[in-house]
C-alpha cells in the first residue's frame, strides 16, 4: 500500500526508515510501535500515527497532499 500511495501522490515525498538499522532516528521521533507515520509539512510537523490502518494512511496522505 506504501508503494501504491508513493506512486498515486506524486506531490508527496515519502521515506521509509528500519529503525533495526537507524535507531537514533527511532530515538529522534519517539517512534515506539510499528508501524508509525509521521508526516510532514516542509519541516514542521503536522501528524503522526501508528498501526496498520490504510483508511487513516490515505485520509492524512490526501490531506498532506492538498496543502
Known amino acids: 500500500m506504501y ?8 506531490d508527496v ?4 526508515v528500519d529503525i533495526d538499522d537507524n ?3 527511532a530515538g529522534e521521533f519517539e517512534i515506539s510501535a510499528v508501524p508509525t507515520f509521521v508526516f510532514f509539512h516542509g519541516e514542521e510537523q503536522i501528524e503522526r500515527f501508528s498501526g496498520a490502518d490504510p483508511k487513516m494512511l490515505e485520509s492524512l ?6 496543502r
Do not use: C, H, I, Q
Open 61 to 66: 496522505v490526501k490531506d498532506l497532499d492538498s
Open 13 to 16: 515525498a515519502f521515506g521509509k
Open 23 to 25: 535507531s537514533d532516528a
Open 3 to 10: 508503494e501504491e500511495m508513493a506512486t498515486k501522490y506524486k
